[in-house]
């Protein structure tokens, strides 16, 4: 594949390592990933997806990061434990 301008979905996904359709889609829709629209086709530029790469880029493991954004997010949860309701059943005699 030549270096050029604009790239399709499918290269698009080959130049990030071959992460899926849904994936690219996503960036695309959060703004995380900026595409050029020409006629009925979507493009995404080699600055797009160099700057993805660059934002992207860290030092720290991904699970372990993962991990750490959840805790905050899971303290916030309005966590209460469930209520026990014991019902005794008489034994009918009959």
């Keep these: 594949m030549k ?8 290269e698009t996904r080959e130049r990030l390592g071959g992460i899926s359709r849904n ?3 996503r ?3 959060e703004g995380t990933l900026a595409s050029v629209v020409i006629g009925c086709r979507r493009f995404i530029s080699a600055e797009a ?3 993805l790469i660059t934002k992207s880029t860290t030092t720290v493991s991904p699970s372990q990061d993962a991990a750490r954004s959840r805790v905050p997010a899971q303290r916030k ?3 209460s434990l469930p ?10 005699h009959g």
Aim: proline share 3%; net charge positive; glycine share 0%.
């Design 23 to 25: 994936s690219v889609y």
């Design 27 to 29: 960036l695309l829709q």
């Design 3 to 10: 270096d050029r301008e604009l790239y399709s979905i499918k």
């Design 49 to 51: 997806i160099s700057q």
């Design 77 to 79: 949860l309005p966590l």
């Design 83 to 92: 209520v026990v309701v014991s019902i005794k059943r008489r034994k009918r």
